[in-house]
């Protein structure tokens, strides 16, 4: 059963990608992404780490997403003034390279012997995730919340008509 449910979310994170990519509208795509991440979060509950599948949807699907779609209708983005352009060459090639990458990772992934890794038993809990960010990793994250700080500041200057 646990492989039926892997497979059935690793194809829709899969579809739900390609869809993002290939919409017209910018809203659409946003959408399909949230789904990505969703079944990118239900493989993570099925590899026992429920905290990183929460602050997944909580943080990426949520947050993350809600800025994204803000920008979006920000700048005020139609199917119209997307410039988007026919180059049939471009896109012809670029399908045939993507098919050609889709292939070679397909052959490389079934040729392997893929083992079920052996994890810690406190593997995605609150506390080992906790402990390693504020031990390990605290100026890395410090780093990115000046960094999203930054970003949302910019956001508002740029969003403001008058200063």
């Known amino acids: 059963?646990?492989?039926?449910?892997?497979?059935?979310?690793?194809?829709?994170?899969?579809?739900?990608?390609?869809?993002?990519?290939?919409?017209?509208?910018?809203?659409?795509?946003?959408?399909?992404?949230?789904?990505?991440?969703?079944?990118?979060?239900?493989?993570?509950?099925l590899l026992n780490a429920g905290f990183i599948a929460v602050m997944q949807i909580l943080i990426y699907a949520g947050a993350i997403m809600v800025l994204?779609?803000?920008?979006?209708?920000?700048?005020?983005?139609?199917?119209?003034?997307?410039?988007?352009?026919?180059?049939?060459?471009?896109?012809?090639?670029?399908?045939?390279?993507?098919?050609?990458?889709?292939i070679r990772f397909a052959s490389v992934l079934f040729s392997q012997n893929i083992d079920k890794a052996n994890l810690p038993a406190d593997f995605g809990s609150i506390e080992n995730v906790g402990t390693i960010i504020f031990t390990n990793f605290f100026f890395?994250?410090?780093?990115?919340?000046?960094?999203?700080?930054?970003?949302?500041?910019g956001a508002v200057m740029v969003a403001k008509t008058k200063v």
């Open 140 to 153: 890395p994250f410090e780093l990115i919340a000046i960094l999203l700080l930054s970003a949302v500041v």
């Open 68 to 102: 994204f779609v803000f920008v979006i209708m920000m700048l005020n983005l139609q199917r119209e003034g997307l410039g988007i352009r026919r180059h049939r060459i471009k896109k012809a090639v670029g399908m045939i390279a993507c098919i050609l990458v889709g």
């Open 1 to 45: 059963m646990e492989a039926i449910v892997f497979w059935g979310f690793s194809l829709m994170a899969l579809l739900s990608a390609i869809m993002m990519v290939f919409h017209k509208n910018p809203i659409h795509s946003a959408l399909s992404l949230i789904l990505t991440l969703f079944c990118t979060a239900c493989l993570f509950v």
